[in-house]
């Protein structure tokens, strides 16, 4: 049973990146865990759970193209941002968890740093997100887009510390009772994601005609709860099933992926592009054209006045 502020039953668990650095002088090993493969060599941990996260940085790739892609949708700018967290989270996880980054190196503890902070801040841009539908500030202006970025990396910055502090025995933190770090991960961002999710019912209730919406969120929180549960509940069980070949943290790293894929789902069915100003959508000059020809079938009927002006300007 996890206890509150244990990381001791959560890393026996499943190999999490902070566990070599809490609960014990040599750090928390798990009972079960994705065997290695040397490659030119070099011992390369995780390595199923590797070509999740490469997939997983091109997937939020694409998505940021598309996302820029829309170029008068509301938000766009700052759902942006989340990706771009997401994408380093996910990078900094893969040199982590495969040992590129080694535990026992002096570099490790700043790179699991840099990974909290990340992951604290990535919850943080999202919440902010959350309120962004209110309009509380008009989106894309300087008050909104800076008030993310420098709240977020605000947060990065204290998580930073924290974790530092804690796994170097600082400014009173101990690694072997990391009580705000845990706090910090799975209260602080527990709350930060529920309040997202219920800013965004409230939001499609009160201002959408739509409910179809819903289902993107409901999906992406059914996503969310089996990573977590593949992650803290079934990892050993899957670990050992498997034969060692992957373990909790591959299942997990996918349902992570498409809750993400499922927040840009969201983000796209409740945003509307105004089509006067577009850049570039072919698929709408298409749409244009069908309907001349619904209404004109025969090209010598088009009101030719109406295009005049182009005609004598060329």
Known sequence: M??????NRICEMVALTVCPLVGAEEGIEPTCYSRNVEVAGTLIFQPATIIIHIIALIMTFIMIYHIKSKYTAVGRKEI??????Y????FLELLLVSGI???ASKIYPFFVAAHVGCITATFWCLLLNGFVGFQFAEDGTPLSLWSIRISSFVVFGAVFFLSIATFQKMAGFDPLRPVPLWIVLYVFNGAALVIYVVLQIVLVYNTLDDRWPLGDIMFGIAFYIIGQATLYVFSVRICDTAKHYIDGLFFGTICTLLAVMMVYKYWDSITKEDLEFSV??????WEVKELLEEEYPNPSYY????????NDGY
Not at 2 to 7: A, H, L, R, S
């Open 87 to 90: 994408m380093i989270v996910t």
């Open 101 to 103: 980054v080694p535990t």
């Open 303 to 310: 009101p030719q006045h109406q295009y005049s002006g182009y």
């Open 280 to 285: 570039g959508s072919k698929q709408n000059v």
């Open 80 to 85: 942006v941002m989340f990706f771009y967290l």
């Open 2 to 7: 996890v206890q509150f502020g244990d990381f």
